[in-house]
DNA sequence: GAATCCTGCTAAAACGTTTTAGCATAAAAG
DNA sequence: CTTTTATGCTAAAACGTTTTAGCAGGATTC
């Protein structure tokens, strides 16, 4: 594409670069470029489509105006919901987003960082992998602006902006309780680290009050690659001779109707025989056979807060760490058992 | 973050500038810097973490090595999966992906592209919203490369990688034929431009084949921001006296869902009273009630093939236009009430 | 009529790379 | 011994901005 530079301008007016450049940049009027002469640079600029470089412009005053966004995995719905929505409040700050799928990888993901870091992006959001300890606190130390999301390193002090997983797992195993189940299994993702281990503690520590008994083969902890011949065999287990669970809480969406797949592959009527909570919505769980109930997790909102603690992390230096739990809300469908 | 640049290596080294950068890019034996020379430089580089500023390496190279994606949402699972696939390729050959969405708007779309020129991505692949013929047709004169995916501009000579619609939307209602239904309609966007008007053109043609009636109320358009209220006045309409529709074709995956869930809604059985096929799958469509029946686009395929004549339109000089169109595969379900 | 102040600019450095042309010195060839 | 060739580098320009310091000349003040 043809290129017009500044200095292509200066020349063709006969004035010199800072000039046109100041004005360009609306401090004409500040630093006492007179009226015409800025009238003549705006005009010539539009006239032949000046557009700045935005390397030399980079370079120069070390900003990129661009957030970076490190997710595990841009196709799950869940992290494509949040990535529209921080796109568009950075578009509101003037930002672009450039965004990294890490797989859930520990060296995908740092490798992710560092190359975000090389096009100097101006601050970031991670939803990490968890296992990343040494790249986030080196991000801490060197007072890199940047905001966790969803998945928190409770050991390290930093922005993060989660759903409260305590709340949120607690409604949904209390809902099933109510319903009349005892016996509740747990099925979640195996990664011993920050946000699945609290959705684990809470389903432990609803069960436990109310005396309800968690037994071997209640809980079990799915490879985030599953296929789907291992949950079939989670749920076949659950529902055989030592278990009997009579309900099951799923820790994410895609655990939920995989869960669901599987428990109609082996004809088990749900929620008759088996009762299932998601902790997480997806787009028309309210039309699966049965209705899935679940925790729905406010994401929009996820988003949004992100963006404004980042944002303001980026401008305020000494800014404090802000640490946001975001309320859920079950919504209740034909999936638990409710009357 | 601490920053170390060619220079400092360079000083602290007592070599020039020169020396650092062609060694550090592998030019060192090609331009005889001697391998002490080389190995001190490499040595030092790596104990300081020498990271190299993307902006000033892109400033004199004039690539940034970023390809820009367009899509109207990402947040839309169709497109967050093709974005998925695109970084995937990108990557391998060295690439970032920066992404904006334009809600099908035309003066977004406009600005978002320009906003990526502005950062001089190497190279564009857009889901456009087809009313923005005078920026492809920039693009184009410009003799920048790019790909439209999705979204054709028949009146414009570009790379494309679209799907089969017409050999997809005709099996979809030949499916329906097959089960018996007359009294077909049609649920599409109102779009009428390209992709959406070729799904159309050969729902009629197809109806046409079999003699089978396109009455007045059979084809509905509705709006990208269609509200739940529309879509079910839209069913109600179909369902009632002059219409009678039997069965219901619809052109894109979310107007299938919404679809569905008016026909609850209305308490109409599906597909006993109206059998349903969607144009493009959705993550658990065989969950449903009843598991909608839907014609399979390969969307991975779509995302490769993209980046590959991407790719090979910005290395080859005179590369020609590459269209592709991709086959469909219809998948059947309980929805479309075969037997 | 000298000092000060304003007006309207400009020159030049800086940001961190890449790349080309060429300069010493040493070794090899004649 | 002179010329050629090879070796191991370096200097400097270029990429397109932003920004700071300051200069010339006219107007105003005392």
Redesign the interface.
């Given at each position: 594409?043809?290129k017009v530079s500044i200095k292509d301008i200066a020349q063709h007016l006969n004035v010199s670069v800072s000039a046109v450049s100041l004005t360009l940049n609306g401090k004409g009027d500040e630093k006492r470029i007179s009226k015409t002469t800025q009238k003549r640079i705006v005009e010539y600029a539009q006239e032949q489509n000046y557009?700045?470089?935005?390397?030399?412009k980079?370079?120069q005053k070390g900003k990129?105006e661009?957030i970076g966004l490190v997710v595990p995995?841009?196709?799950?719905?869940f992290?494509?919901?949040i990535?529209?929505?921080i796109?568009?409040q950075a578009e509101q700050a003037g930002y672009?987003?450039?965004?990294?799928?890490t797989g859930e990888n520990i060296e995908k993901e740092s490798k992710k960082i560092?190359?975000m870091?090389?096009?100097?992006v101006d601050g970031l959001i991670i939803a990490s992998c968890q296992k990343n300890t040494s790249d986030i606190l080196k991000l801490k130390q060197?007072n890199?602006p940047f905001v966790l999301i969803d998945r928190l390193y409770p050991e390290i002090e930093t922005n993060y902006v989660g759903f409260d997983n305590v709340g949120g797992v607690s409604s949904a195993v209390n809902q099933l309780i109510q319903a009349g189940r005892k016996r509740i299994g747990f099925v979640t993702l195996s990664m011993n680290l920050g946000t699945i281990r609290e959705r684990l503690d809470s389903y432990l520590q609803t069960m436990k009050e109310h005396a309800l008994p968690v037994e071997n083969g209640f809980v079990h902890e799915m490879d985030y690659n599953n296929d789907e011949a291992d949950m079939q065999n989670v749920i076949r287990e659950m529902l055989k001779k030592p278990c009997n669970i009579e309900a099951i809480v799923f820790a994410t969406h895609f655990l939920a109707?995989e869960g669901?797949?599987q428990l109609?592959e082996l004809n088990i009527r749900v929620p008759d025989d088996v009762a299932i909570v998601s902790y997480g919505e997806?787009?028309?769980f309210?039309?699966?056979?049965?209705a899935i109930t679940a925790v729905n997790l406010p994401i929009n909102e996820m988003g949004d807060k992100a963006v404004d603690i980042l944002l303001r992390n980026m401008k305020e230096t000494n800014f404090s760490y802000e640490q946001l739990r975001l309320k859920t809300e079950l919504v209740v469908r034909k999936s638990c058992g409710a009357k």
């Open positions: 594409m043809k557009r700045p470089n935005s390397f030399a980079g370079l990129s661009i995995n841009i196709s799950d719905v992290f494509s919901r990535a529209r929505r796109e568009k672009d987003v450039i965004f990294s799928s560092q190359s870091l090389d096009r100097q060197n890199f109707s669901l797949r109609k997806q787009k028309d309210d039309l699966f056979e049965p």
